[in-house]
């Protein structure tokens, strides 16, 4: 059974850092792109961005690139995304999620976490 | 990269169908076969309805389908059950090797 589980949100100020994780198990890590997407209290979904399976191809949306790093380490079948310069409108619910094809990147797939509240207020 | 337009309500009576949109460009919809459709109840994670536009996963119902004709997509609910109440979200592939949501449907059984 395909597990995943955000941990690392907080409340953090404007400006400072943070670091959230994503360990999975369940399935075989290093074939699968993994994304967060996030999505602020009473709004929408937001991309935020994904990693290939090797975590050689990374891409981001406009509003985090520059300022959110996403990584992977495939030895210990776990996600992260570093949040540098975060902003008031960081403040959200982030989910980590595995893409839907195998060895691809597709897009999300019916794999999720719980996600995790990141607050970024002063 | 802005949001796919989607209509913020649809509601519909027990047994109904009902459709929700979802436009967006050439450069998402309109480009590309990776259209998905997410369902969301209050405080969950979201959960694949439709993917590649018109497939279900395995353990979705049938009457969640899902079609695009040009830049805008469809979701079709048909038989509408009180357990449909929910958020409904499109997404779609962009030329730019990222993804986009569509800003969200709430769905209302009467």
């Known amino acids: 059974q395909v597990h995943l589980e955000e941990s690392g949100g907080g409340v953090v100020q404007p400006g400072r850092s943070l670091r959230l994780s994503c360990p999975a198990s369940g399935f075989i890590f290093s074939n699968y792109a993994l994304h967060w997407v996030r999505q602020a209290p009473g709004k929408g979904l937001e991309w935020v961005a994904v990693i290939s399976h090797d975590g050689s191809e990374k891409y981001y949306a406009d509003s985090v690139k520059g300022r959110f790093t996403i990584s992977r380490d495939n030895s210990k079948n776990t996600l992260s995304l570093q949040m540098n310069s975060l902003r008031a409108e960081d403040t959200a619910v982030y989910y980590c999620?595995?893409?839907?094809?195998?060895?691809?990147?597709?897009?999300?797939?019916?794999?999720w976490g719980q996600g995790t509240l990141v607050t970024v207020s002063s | 990269q802005s949001a796919l337009t989607q209509p913020a309500s649809v509601s519909g009576s027990p047994g109904q169908s009902i459709t929700i949109s979802c436009i967006g460009t050439?450069?998402?919809?309109?480009?590309?076969?990776?259209v998905s459709w997410f369902q969301q109840h209050p405080g969950k994670a979201p959960k694949l309805l439709i993917y590649d536009v018109n497939k279900r996963p395995s353990g979705v119902s049938g009457r969640f389908t899902g079609s695009k004709s040009g830049n805008t997509a469809s979701l079709t609910i048909s038989g509408l059950q009180a357990e449909d109440e929910a958020d409904y979200y499109c997404?779609?592939?962009?030329?730019?090797?990222?993804?986009?949501f569509g800003g969200g449907t709430k769905v209302t059984v009467l």
């Open positions: 997404n779609s592939y962009t030329t730019l090797t990222t993804w986009v």
């Open positions: 999620a595995r893409d839907s094809v195998f060895l691809g990147m597709m897009g999300p797939g019916d794999d």
């Open positions: 050439n450069s998402d919809v309109g480009g590309y076969n990776s």
